[in-house]
């Protein structure tokens, strides 16, 4: 496996412990020899600067797939430019933190030529993905919107944990007496999402690390997620608010908080400290 990151030390960090990755330095280095290509950038002017330049190579009946989180619009450019260079194209979006990556538990919309997700159905359930939205057939944008709506869905649900995280903590009820109310009302259920929220929250730990993915990026996929809306004539109330708290928190944090800096934002307006201590009542 050929790994290949924007900045190169992350790709050699990442290979360390891998002894079957081996870094490369270039873009070309990486697609020259590979069949199939994988790519998860940043955001989507990434994505466009990176499949610019591979679509300046000869990338005949390669197979690529994209994992980023952008519009569809963004994704149907992507999905033309390979097709006009022979090459084959899967959109496949992912739902998950970086530890579900690791323990397999992705969910992933893949979307494309059926032909094609056949190519790489061995490489999903039972390796990197826990579950499969499959959009076989359908156009590659289909995925992209799922992914704003599911970006939708991530935000307020943060916004929602933040606020009752906030309220339990002010009103003396306690941050574990909330966590057990998550488990005991859905218990394998939808909630589960909201307990992995919680967790990370009460840890102090989204202001503690270097995100992985930086508030200037979550809010500028957010801005573009208003704009559709707007488009549409479609009222987001609870996502603006969310939208509005992650602005407050870009004002107030050192620069490593991420997207659950919205909790940070929401304590400030209760009159609490942004960053919270390890919380344990």
């Given at each position: 496996?050929?790994?290949?990151?924007?900045?190169?030390?992350?790709?050699?960090?990442?290979?360390?412990?891998?002894?079957?990755?081996?870094?490369?330095?270039?873009?070309?280095?990486?697609?020259?020899?590979?069949?199939?290509?994988?790519?998860?950038?940043?955001?989507?002017?990434?994505?466009?600067?990176?499949?610019?330049?591979?679509?300046?190579?000869?990338?005949?009946?390669?197979?690529?797939?994209?994992?980023?989180?952008?519009?569809?619009?963004?994704?149907?450019?992507?999905?033309?430019?390979?097709?006009?260079?022979?090459?084959?194209?899967?959109?496949?979006?992912?739902f998950?933190?970086?530890?579900?990556?690791?323990?397999?538990?992705?969910?992933?919309?893949?979307?494309?030529?059926?032909a094609?997700?056949?190519?790489?159905?061995?490489?999903?359930?039972?390796?990197?993905a826990?579950a499969?939205?499959?959009?076989?057939?359908?156009?590659?944008?289909?995925?992209?919107?799922?992914?704003?709506?599911?970006?939708?869905?991530?935000?307020?649900?943060?916004?929602?944990?933040?606020?009752?995280?906030?309220?339990s903590?002010?009103?003396?009820?306690?941050?574990?007496?909330?966590?057990?109310?998550?488990?005991?009302m859905?218990?394998?259920?939808?909630?589960?999402?909201?307990?992995?929220?919680?967790?990370?929250?009460?840890?102090?730990?989204?202001?503690?690390?270097?995100?992985?993915?930086?508030?200037?990026?979550?809010?500028?996929?957010?801005?573009?997620?208003?704009a559709?809306?707007?488009s549409?004539?479609?009222?987001?109330?609870?996502y603006?608010?969310?939208?509005?708290?992650?602005?407050?928190?870009?004002?107030?944090?050192?620069?490593?908080?991420?997207?659950?800096?919205?909790?940070?934002?929401?304590?400030?307006?209760?009159?609490?400290?942004?960053?919270n201590?390890?919380?344990?009542?």
């Amino acid at each position: 496996m050929l790994l290949w990151n924007r900045t190169s030390q992350v790709a050699i960090d990442q290979c360390k412990n891998n002894d079957s990755a081996k870094p490369v330095e270039t873009i070309a280095d990486a697609v020259a020899p590979s069949d199939i290509v994988w790519s998860c950038l940043a955001d989507e002017e990434a994505v466009l600067s990176v499949y610019g330049e591979i679509c300046k190579g000869d990338i005949m009946g390669k197979l690529f797939v994209e994992c980023s989180t952008i519009t569809a619009s963004g994704t149907e450019t992507v999905a033309q430019q390979l097709k006009d260079k022979g090459a084959e194209f899967v959109t496949m979006p992912v739902f998950g933190e970086p530890g579900t990556a690791s323990a397999g538990n992705l969910i992933v919309v893949p979307a494309g030529p059926a032909a094609a997700v056949d190519r790489i159905r061995p490489y999903l359930e039972g390796c990197l993905a826990g579950a499969v939205i499959d959009f076989s057939d359908e156009k590659h944008g289909q995925a992209s919107l799922l992914k704003i709506v599911g970006n939708v869905l991530i935000m307020t649900a943060i916004e929602q944990v933040s606020e009752l995280m906030v309220f339990s903590e002010k009103s003396g009820l306690g941050v574990n007496n909330l966590r057990k109310l998550f488990a005991a009302m859905y218990p394998g259920g939808p909630i589960k999402q909201h307990l992995l929220y919680q967790g990370h929250m009460a840890s102090g730990e989204w202001a503690r690390k270097v995100p992985i993915v930086t508030l200037d990026a979550v809010i500028g996929l957010t801005d573009k997620v208003a704009a559709l809306a707007e488009s549409l004539d479609v009222k987001l109330p609870a996502y603006e608010v969310a939208r509005q708290h992650l602005r407050v928190a870009k004002n107030l944090s050192s620069g490593n908080a991420d997207i659950l800096s919205i909790y940070g934002a929401v304590r400030a307006e209760s009159g609490l400290h942004f960053v919270n201590s390890v919380t344990t009542e």
